[in-house]
């Protein structure tokens, strides 16, 4: 099995990469643009001293003088004390005639007859400018920035009526600059940078710890509360510590917990689910056995036989009830289930399902009031499951209503939706009662004794089958009138 990643490890390792990624492209721009602007400078400083003493040394060979003129070297000279510069003065084949400055190998020049790189006169004689970092092979101490000028007698030209280069060149000028201190500075600033960039690395990686070990540390203790939520420790929460943070982290937080509290709750209902069908499934159960037995042992006298199988019978059909019931709920929260939408008359099916009621009104000697609107009340929805709903509720109100009491039926349309309401007079529900109406196998008569032959899933299947349509019902009880009433939505 893969050992997991540590998120830790991974977050950290991400951000200095990024951190060490930034800092190489910042210091390859910072010492390139450097590095380019010092050897603009240089360049232009040798471009400007070679071409003052290439207009000099010209004019001088324009007027016949040679190229170690005592006025031309020592105006070489001069040039050099003023720009700390080196100075050599060739022939065209290469041959070192004059040489000025500091920088230049005194030993080598002294010992005899001294040249510059074959390839530098050659590029030189082919028209083409020189321009550099070289030591030419010795003849500087250090290496040096060179830059070079051709030498060549003066002619006025014809056209422009300026003087320009005429003939062949006379010799090569090369003017060269230490870059010691160029290197050295770069050399020096990298240090720094580098430094700096450790001290950066430094302080992002302490930086990062906290942070990320912030950020990790909730994930392990929410990872830590789902494994024992997993292992069955339903009450546990994660502590306000977490909660109480205003980021993702606070939301994770409260949405585990929200999470914890509805599975604690389901589960809750499940155990009572299983308690209540149960409860419901085993009284009918020690009934039918218990007469039974009495039947068959000879306890039940047999002029009592009759009586006792008109109770087996009746407890069967309450069981039957029940599963039936269940097999219904069953299908009625399937995830396959599709709400039909058609239009009907609400009044219609109302006054329907009173109809089929009227032996279990007229044996109770019930007072029926009406209040229904003359036309039809056209809704959307389910018809046959609107006609469920009504038949449930006219069902539980015939029932729990008082003999010769008042059962009442009204319909208002108001805001988009009609309103149908159905009331009894009878014993009122408790407000403790009320809130828990709708509950699986709940009776307002907590004793759950025989005499009722209902299972307690009557109005739980109402607001299954309204909430699948969107729809709502409500319910009141005072002074012995209880009214329940619910939604649908107008054409």
């Avoid at 800092?23 to 471009?47: C, H, K, P, W």
């Avoid at 149960?278 to 306890?299: C, Q, V």
């Avoid at 009104?361 to 007072?367: A, N, P, S, V």
């Avoid at 002074?479 to 649908?488: Q, R, W």
Wanted: negative net charge; hydrophobic residues 40%.
């Amino acid at each position: 099995m893969a050992q997991p990643k540590s998120m830790y490890l991974r977050q950290v390792t991400v951000m200095l990469g990024l951190i060490v990624l930034c800092m190489v492209l910042l210091g390859a721009g910072f010492f390139s643009l450097t590095y380019r602007y010092q050897l603009q400078e240089i360049q232009s400083n040798l471009d400007r001293n070679a071409g003052l003493i290439s207009n000099y040394a010209s004019v001088a060979i324009t007027e016949g003088s040679s190229l170690t003129d005592k006025d031309l070297v020592n105006y070489i000279q001069s040039v050099v004390l003023l720009t700390d510069t080196t100075v050599l003065v060739c022939t065209t084949d290469g041959t070192v005639v004059c040489a000025a400055g500091s920088n230049w190998n005194k030993e080598l020049l002294s010992s005899g007859e001294v040249s510059v790189p074959e390839w530098a006169a050659n590029q030189l004689l082919s028209g083409q400018a020189y321009s550099g970092m070289t030591t030419f092979d010795g003849i500087f101490n250090t290496r040096c920035y060179v830059t070079s000028e051709r030498l060549s007698a003066l002619a006025l030209d014809p056209g422009s009526g300026e003087l320009v280069a005429a003939g062949s060149p006379a010799g090569f000028l090369f003017v060269a600059t230490d870059a010691t201190a160029v290197v050295e500075f770069l050399e020096s600033t990298f240090q720094l940078f580098l430094i700096t960039a450790v001290v950066v690395l430094l302080i992002t990686l302490i930086i990062c710890s906290f942070t990320v070990q912030r950020m990790v540390e909730p994930l392990k203790s929410m990872c830590s509360f789902a494994h024992r939520f997993a292992r069955g420790e339903v009450d546990v929460r994660i502590t306000d510590d977490y909660k109480n943070r205003n980021d993702e982290i606070g939301e994770l937080a409260a949405a585990f917990n929200a999470m914890a509290d509805s599975l604690a709750q389901a589960e809750q209902k499940r155990s009572e689910f299983v308690a209540n069908v149960s409860h419901e499934l085993k009284t009918p159960m020690t009934t039918i056995a218990g007469f039974a037995d009495g039947i068959l042992d000879g306890t039940i006298p047999p002029e009592k036989e009759r009586e006792s199988l008109q109770v087996i019978s009746s407890e069967t059909r309450r069981l039957s009830r029940l599963v039936r019931r269940m097999l219904e709920l069953s299908r009625l929260q399937s995830s396959e289930r599709v709400a039909a939408q058609e239009q009907f008359d609400a009044k219609e099916i109302l006054l329907r399902v009173l109809v089929s009621l009227e032996t279990k009104i007229t044996e109770k000697d019930l007072e029926v009031e009406a209040h229904l609107p003359d036309g039809p009340v056209m809704v959307w929805g389910d018809p046959d499951a609107v006609t469920q709903v009504c038949y449930n509720l006219l069902d539980n109100a015939v029932k729990f209503a008082a003999p010769r009491g008042l059962l009442t039926l009204k319909i208002t349309a108001k805001g988009g939706k009609a309103y149908i309401a159905i009331g009894n007079q009878g014993e009122t529900i408790p407000p403790e009662q009320l809130a828990h109406i709708f509950d699986r196998f709940h009776k307002a008569d907590s004793s759950r004794s025989t005499h009722k032959d209902g299972v307690g899933l009557g109005l739980y299947i109402v607001k299954t089958l309204l909430n699948t349509y969107k729809e709502d019902i409500t319910v009141t009880s005072e002074n012995g009138f209880t009214e329940f009433t619910f939604t649908l939505s107008e054409v």
